[in-house]
């Protein structure tokens, strides 16, 4: 079957660098998306990515392994706005995407 | 503000009413989506229309039924619905949904409470 993993939640000090891994199995590949959801607003577009390597954004960065089904978000610099989820979601071979239920990122001072 | 726009934002039903939730794209984008948000789940693909056509039903209960009429408006009917179907229910709106870097523009929401 079809599976994103991700953690349900994590916390990271404000200033400092997380990593919220995401692993998937999907029926072919057709790239892996990150989206930030803010508490009580909608889900927003953060990264894309479809070949191996790390795609960077400012102060949020992703990166793929095709071979190892594998991709995580890393952000750095956190900020006390950071605070949201952060949903990873794999694309099939029939463009359909396969969604994670998210991790819940807490940012303290 | 992302260009895609859901009213009610907050509704409470009963399990014997009929209501509509609305979804407006201001994007000039061809596919429009209803999602499924429940909490601690991975979202649920519920309908996708491309050109106003529909395109993905993904087994969904007939007390859901969508309707598109135009490329720019997105309606999901709701009629007797059950306490499990309270949920975030969001809209989304994208350029190519066969598209390998198919990017979804989704609305805030519309929060459905049934008692």
Same mark, same amino acid.
């Given at each position: 079957?079809?599976?994103?993993?991700?953690?349900?939640?994590?916390?990271?000090?404000?200033?400092?660098?997380?990593?919220?891994?995401?692993?998937?199995?999907?029926?072919?590949?057709?790239?892996?998306?990150?989206?930030?959801?803010?508490?009580?607003?909608?889900?927003?577009?953060?990264?894309?990515?479809?070949?191996?390597?790390?795609?960077?954004?400012?102060?949020?960065?992703?990166?793929?392994?095709?071979?190892?089904?594998?991709?995580?978000?890393?952000?750095?610099?956190?900020?006390?706005? +950071?605070?949201?989820?952060?949903?990873?979601?794999?694309? +099939?071979?029939?463009?359909?995407?396969?969604?994670?239920?998210?991790?819940?990122?807490?940012?303290?001072? | 503000?992302?260009?895609?726009?859901?009213?009610?934002?907050?509704?409470?039903?009963?399990?014997?009413?009929?209501?509509?939730?609305?979804?407006?794209?201001?994007?000039?984008?061809?596919?429009?989506?209803?999602?499924?948000?429940?909490?601690?789940?991975?979202?649920?693909?519920?309908?996708?229309?491309?050109?106003?056509?529909?395109?993905?039903?993904?087994?969904?209960?007939?007390?859901?039924?969508?309707?598109?009429?135009?490329?720019?408006?997105?309606?999901?009917?709701?009629?007797?619905?059950?306490?499990?179907?309270?949920?975030?229910?969001?809209?989304?709106?994208?350029?190519?949904?066969?598209?390998?870097?198919?990017?979804?523009?989704?609305?805030?929401?519309?929060?459905?409470?049934?008692?």
């Amino acid at each position: 079957g079809q599976n994103i993993d991700q953690p349900t939640e994590m916390t990271a000090t404000e200033g400092a660098i997380v990593q919220i891994n995401c692993t998937y199995q999907t029926s072919g590949f057709n790239g892996l998306f990150w989206y930030q959801q803010h508490a009580g607003e909608a889900p927003t577009f953060l990264s894309y990515n479809v070949l191996d390597g790390l795609e960077e954004k400012g102060r949020f960065s992703s990166f793929l392994s095709r071979s190892k089904g594998y991709s995580y978000l890393l952000l750095k610099e956190l900020q006390m706005k +950071d605070s949201a989820s952060y949903l990873c979601a794999g694309m +099939d071979s029939n463009y359909q995407l396969i969604w994670g239920a998210g991790t819940k990122l807490i940012i303290k001072p | 503000e992302t260009g895609v726009t859901q009213t009610p934002r907050h509704l409470v039903m009963g399990m014997t009413n009929k209501k509509s939730l609305k979804c407006e794209q201001h994007l000039g984008h061809n596919a429009m989506y209803w999602y499924k948000q429940s909490a601690k789940k991975p979202l649920e693909l519920m309908f996708v229309y491309s050109l106003e056509e529909r395109v993905e039903n993904n087994s969904v209960p007939s007390r859901f039924s969508p309707e598109c009429p135009n490329s720019s408006h997105l309606f999901l009917h709701l009629h007797t619905l059950q306490p499990e179907d309270s949920a975030l229910y969001l809209c989304a709106s994208s350029q190519d949904p066969v598209s390998g870097a198919n990017v979804l523009t989704f609305g805030a929401g519309s929060r459905l409470t049934v008692l």
